[in-house]
């Protein structure tokens, strides 16, 4: 089987090459390279992996144990993974049936009309009092793996997924690279100017941007990325990065975890069919507002681990006419 680029595995799998590249960073996968060819390339191998991966992620099976299963081999730890899945799975129908079984008693009773008053029956109150948050599965404090596996549950969002958020006008500095693990060097070199100017603490609310720039154009899958922190008025930025000016207004917004990529074509499905809201734009042209991506307090993250880091997806928008 030939070797394949990272855009050709996207396609023929339906996943995006920024998913590809994070499956690569927590060690799922691994991508080689062709002699005299600078960008990945799968061969059949990991193309065996990754198919392994999506059937386990579609089978809501946290990242983290598929790493654990795929790396060991151990057929008794794949069992194990499946059985604790099996059983929350099991807990939740049986959970969600009674739920069914209660919001139909409650109908039966409000159809003997008069104003509306959930009954008073000790029995069915003395059900749902038994549904407790970890029988349905749901937690207030949401960890990474809750967060992909609430992804994948999701094929479309609602309004109660997306805000809608004012992004104020600004100075940045800003740094593009095209080439391979533009993301990554890109970062490194941000991170260093954020550290070596002390700018967390002479601006302690910056904020932190990125965008494609440009977005893949070839079979090679080969795209730029630019980022941007915010900087005070007069701040003086280093080469090779340089000054910009954001524009800011309004934007829709969405939060993932990162490696959640694939949600911005839901982002971007929810302003089309948005009654209220439409693409507002790009804005300046030299430096591509279409679409940002915001590193959610970044402050606390800049220069340690990423591997819990939320991100805001942000479109441009304004209300329709």
């Known amino acids: 089987m030939e070797l394949q680029t990272i855009s050709q595995v996207s396609k ?10 994070y499956y690569e960073d927590i060690g799922l996968i691994t991508a080689s390279r062709k002699p005299d060819f600078a960008y990945r390339v799968y061969d059949e191998a990991t193309l065996l992996r990754l198919r392994q ?4 992620r579609k089978l809501r099976i ?19 993974a499946f059985e604790q899945n099996l059983v929350e799975i099991e807990d939740e129908i049986t959970a969600l049936s009674t739920i069914r079984s209660v919001l139909k008693a ?3 009773r409000l159809n003997l009309g008069g104003r509306f008053a ?45 805000r809608i958020v004012y992004l104020p006008p600004s100075d940045v500095a800003a740094y593009q690279y095209e080439g391979d693990d533009p993301e990554d060097h890109v970062g490194r070199v941000i991170t ?58 309004l934007y829709c917004a969405h939060m993932i975890p990162i ?25 300046c042209p030299s430096n591509m507002f279409d679409s940002l991506e915001e590193c959610l307090n970044y402050v606390n993250h800049v220069g340690k681990d990423w591997s819990q880091v939320q991100l805001d997806l942000l479109i441009p928008i304004k209300e329709k006419a």
Not at 62 to 80: F, H, M, N, T, W
Not at 137 to 148: I, R
């Open 62 to 80: 946290p990242l983290k144990q598929i790493a654990e299963v795929i790396q060991s081999g151990d057929a008794r730890l794949a069992i194990e």
């Open 118 to 162: 959930l009954p008073d029956d000790e029995g069915l109150l003395e059900i749902v009092d038994s549904l407790t948050a970890s029988k349905i599965n749901f937690k207030e404090e949401k960890t990474m793996e809750d967060l992909n596996k609430a992804s994948e549950k999701l094929n479309k969002l609602t309004d109660k997924d997306v």
């Open 259 to 283: 490696g959640a990529f694939d949600e911005w074509a839901l982002l971007s499905k929810w302003l089309e069919n948005s009654g209220k809201y439409e693409f507002r734009g790009k804005g």
């Open 106 to 108: 409650f109908i039966d």
């Open 12 to 21: 023929s799998f339906g996943i995006s090459t920024r998913t590809l590249r």
């Open 53 to 56: 991966i999506i059937v386990l």
């Open 192 to 249: 260093k100017f954020v550290l070596d100017s002390d700018l967390p603490r002479i601006k302690p609310g910056l904020r932190h941007y990125g965008f494609n720039a440009p977005n893949p154009k070839d079979e090679t899958g080969a795209h730029g990325y630019e980022m941007w922190v915010t900087i005070p008025d007069g701040f003086d930025v280093p080469a090779p990065l340089c000054k910009k000016r954001f524009e800011g207004g």
